[in-house]
């Protein structure tokens, strides 16, 4: 260089590298880590939720399989998981810890060992589940997570990270110094954006452009991983809130089952209580159930389940609540705000209902009755044990004052 040469400037590329470039490759990196680290903890609880909730609903459908050691319908109930992608294993025991049923996801024979750690990783404890009947526990369910999801989710998110690093460098590399406005801003913008996924589940945010193809390019990688957690989030929500309805509902009838009758028992005499308003419950039993079973098949039994929760639930009001509790047992939960009618009035409505015969798929008609007991707050009890123990104990009275007449 000659000695009255001025010196040269920096280049725009030098600039970057001293000014920015850390700076801009911590940001991608934890925006990238951020997101990623928290959808992995995201769809982990999702399977959580979704593991614990397949277990009930087996737990809920095990009771008859464990009373009757019945191994193929137990290990139908455990086979029925391979539809839900989070659940690895599933096993039903018996009361002295004996497995009934069991079904495990098969690992491919090439990377059976790399599934298997990532499953222990990912999912290091099992998930039991007590099977009761009366209080009693009868048997256990026991769930094993599947880490295929989050394995998959981890990988994609760490190759579109490295990809983001790798532009993010070129475009350090080479912007100006004057563009710096226009690199660091949407950076931060990045940031900001995997922070609010990160703390408020704010899944619908976007990364917008810059006008810098690079950085554009990294904006848009950044969306497409935004967008593809947004599709597993409702995925997740779609799938929780099926599951939740199985394990609230019975599959046969479309009814309520026991644990959404005791749930809502429980919050309606809570609210009675604090309203000082009345309401009542009903039991019900179908007469001669086993002898339908016995004399035309479970196919017409379940027939007839069917039939019966039907005329149930057309002859309340649209406010009440209809429920199988299991077997041939129903229950129903008269609405408080809608309490006009006497629940023997119910009743009897209930047993003008059931007098049309019962027309089979072969053609055969059967004729079916109820046996009915009815409890009402607060007169029959203050809590939800005393209200069912009162109307159970009714419906059982009516059963052999029937079973007298007929006599």
């Not at 949407?186 to 006008?211: M, T």
Request: charged share 25%.
């Amino acid at each position: 260089m000659s000695p009255g040469k001025a010196k040269n400037p920096p280049t725009i590329r030098q600039a970057l590298a001293r000014g920015h470039l850390r700076l801009v490759l911590f940001a991608v990196a934890l925006a990238a880590f951020g997101l990623t680290l928290s959808g992995i903890f995201l769809l982990r609880g999702y399977e959580k939720v979704n593991i614990n909730l397949a277990g009930q609903t087996i737990a809920y459908n095990a009771e008859p399989s464990l009373f009757d050691g019945d191994r193929g319908r137990a290990s139908a109930l455990v086979e029925a998981m391979q539809s839900v992608g989070s659940v690895q294993h599933a096993s039903i025991l018996d009361a002295s810890g004996d497995e009934l049923a069991s079904w495990s996801r098969p690992y491919g024979v090439a990377n059976g060992f790399f599934r298997e750690f990532f499953n222990r990783v990912f999912w290091p404890e099992s998930y039991r589940i007590p099977v009761r009947h009366g209080g009693e526990r009868i048997g256990t369910v026991v769930m094993r997570g599947n880490a295929q999801g989050l394995v998959r989710y981890s990988i994609s998110g760490l190759v579109i990270a490295l990809c983001c690093l790798g532009i993010t460098l070129i475009a350090t590399r080479m912007l100006a110094r004057e563009l710096e406005e226009q690199i660091i801003m949407p950076l931060e913008h990045v940031a900001e954006v995997a922070a609010a996924v990160r703390n408020e589940r704010a899944f619908s945010r976007r990364v917008s452009l810059s006008g810098i193809q690079e950085v554009d390019n990294f904006g848009q990688d950044f969306n497409a991983l935004l967008e593809e957690l947004e599709g597993w989030h409702n995925s997740m929500q779609v799938e929780n809130k099926a599951l939740a309805h199985q394990a609230e509902h019975d599959g046969l009838t479309g009814l309520g089952n026991r644990v959404r009758f005791e749930r809502m028992l429980a919050g309606t005499t809570a609210d009675a209580a604090r309203r000082d308003s009345r309401f009542s419950i009903l039991f019900i039993d179908l007469d001669h159930f086993k002898a339908i079973n016995d004399d035309y098949g479970h196919p017409a039994g379940d027939h007839v389940l069917t039939e019966f929760g039907a005329r149930l639930r057309a002859s309340v009001r649209g406010q009440d609540q209809v429920f199988r509790l299991g077997g041939d047992e129903f229950a129903i939960l008269l609405d408080p705000a809608q309490e006009r009618l006497h629940p023997h009035q119910v009743a009897a409505r209930i047993e003008a209902a059931m007098l049309p015969p019962v027309t089979l798929r072969n053609g055969e008609r059967v004729v079916i009755s109820p046996s009915i007991g009815t409890a009402t707050y607060p007169q029959d009890g203050l809590d939800p044990e005393e209200l069912m123990r009162k109307a159970d104990a009714k419906m059982y009275q009516r059963k052999r004052e029937q079973a007298g007449k007929q006599g």
